[in-house]
């Protein structure tokens, strides 16, 4: 089953690499159809914090504003030992063991595609991070959503970001990863909010509840985990992420996922629910259900790829044989071209197809008509080409008839006949196709 997230990951970069983001595009696309996990939340929901929870490295930029403005698809790939590194997909071969550099290079990836201008792009950055303590699990982290834009952005940006993460989630094929604070009142959440607009029933929502330990004394979020609050197909899970102080002390992920378990198991409201809360069961929950979802879609992609390949072909058989590149090559083709428009020309004038009788008529008729109608009297007049002549030659005398003058004469009646001679091509062709 872990070879069947290996094998979309494969897909989605391979759909980047074509540019086939699913986006703007009449046709169903590969994209579309691949099963995904997007991450929703709003700023300040600890979206990141449960990201590197998860990963168990502290790698994705901060700062005040929007921080991630490009989908950051993270693939996450377990490695029985050795040590932790992560890959770009844009800078294939090149292993990361620095998380500090993959944190910059996210940030200098993102300015690359929107400039410094605080942009937002819906082109993804594709991220690979191997290691022993993470599970095979694809994650796609959408920009958060916010209400308001930052010194430096488009009034737009807001309704950009809006209208980017709800074309991720309104897909069939999108699982919902739905990230809010427990410390505010989840009638407010913006992740509830746009989740339930394209997953009304919940069927395709994960609810992921952050920040339970800044809670208000004398308050918890029992019945939100418990579902009684707002009811979801899948229980929420509940999340304890570093404190600003933690990241500040640059605190161990591994050591915090074990404060994390031990927050639940010693608080007498979550003690109930502490097997089913915390990071590590949440990317243990969502490798499973992804890996389940690829499986049961697998025919769907396995008919719509061979359904796209016999599309291709066909589109290719159309356009004929692959163009040659030398010299020779493209010399025999376009004899071969000649040829076969002979041998087809030829069988028509012969009456062997259709169409002998119309071509016939244009040479009979069509174009001499058009020549009669031409000034050819004005054009071949002495006068006239006593001027040529002139023009071409000077006065000198001539043994025999001046070229350049012949030439001069020539021209300008090839250039008169031209419009009936094209008429005459365009009405043939006319016939041939």
């Not at 700062?63 to 490695?79: A, D, F, K, N």
């Not at 990230?179 to 009142?185: C, E, L, T």
């Not at 009297?377 to 001046?402: C, F, S, W």
Request: hydrophobic share 40%.
């Amino acid at each position: 089953m872990e070879n069947l997230i290996s094998l979309v990951n494969r897909l989605q970069k391979a759909c980047t690499a074509l540019g086939d983001h699913g986006e703007g595009s009449a046709l169903p696309t590969l994209w579309d159809a691949l099963p995904s996990i997007a991450v929703v939340g709003g700023q300040s929901s600890g979206k990141s914090s449960v990201l590197e929870s998860v990963v168990g490295k502290d790698f994705l930029p901060r700062g005040s504003g929007i921080v991630t403005r490009r989908p950051l698809v993270l693939q996450l790939h377990r490695i029985d030992e050795g040590r932790e590194y992560a890959e770009f997909g844009h800078l294939p071969r090149k292993k990361f063991t620095d998380f500090g550099a993959v944190r910059k290079e996210i940030s200098d990836e993102t300015d690359r595609e929107t400039g410094r201008t605080k942009g937002v792009s819906t082109v993804p950055i594709y991220l690979s991070i191997y290691s022993p303590n993470v599970v095979n699990l694809t994650l796609i982290d959408l920009p958060g959503l916010t209400k308001v834009a930052v010194e430096g952005q488009a009034e737009n940006t807001v309704a950009d970001i809006e209208s980017m993460v709800r074309s991720f989630i309104e897909k069939p094929n999108c699982i919902i990863l739905a990230v809010s604070p427990a410390n505010q009142d989840l009638a407010t959440s913006d992740a509830i909010k746009i989740s339930r607009e394209v997953d009304p029933k919940g069927e395709r929502t994960f609810g992921v509840l952050t920040k339970i330990d800044l809670m208000d004394k004398g308050t918890d979020a029992v019945d939100i985990l418990e579902g009684k609050s707002y009811k979801l197909q899948f229980p929420w899970i509940g999340v304890v992420n570093r404190s600003q102080a933690d990241i500040n002390k640059n605190v161990d992920m591994i050591a915090a996922r074990q404060r994390e378990k031990e927050y639940f198991y010693q608080t007498p409201e979550y003690i109930h629910l502490a097997p089913r809360m915390g990071s590590e069961h949440l990317g243990k929950v969502l490798s499973n259900h992804l890996e389940s979802v690829i499986k049961s879609r697998i025919p769907g992609l396995q008919s719509m790829i061979n359904k796209s390949i016999m599309d291709l072909e066909s589109e290719l058989s159309r356009l004929g044989k692959p163009i040659a590149t030398d010299a020779g090559g493209k010399l025999y083709m376009i004899m071969e071209i000649c040829r076969i428009f002979d041998g087809a020309y030829k069988e028509r004038l012969d009456g062997v197809r259709s169409g002998g009788d119309k071509i016939y008529n244009v040479f009979d008729s069509q174009l001499p008509a058009a020549m009669k109608r031409l000034q050819f009297d004005k054009h071949l007049a002495m006068e006239n080409v006593r001027k040529l002549i002139t023009e071409a030659d000077g006065y000198q005398p001539h043994l025999i008839a001046p070229e350049q003058g012949y030439r001069r004469l020539i021209e300008t009646a090839l250039i008169t006949i031209k419009g009936p001679a094209e008429a005459a091509v365009d009405a043939v062709y006319g016939f041939y196709f």
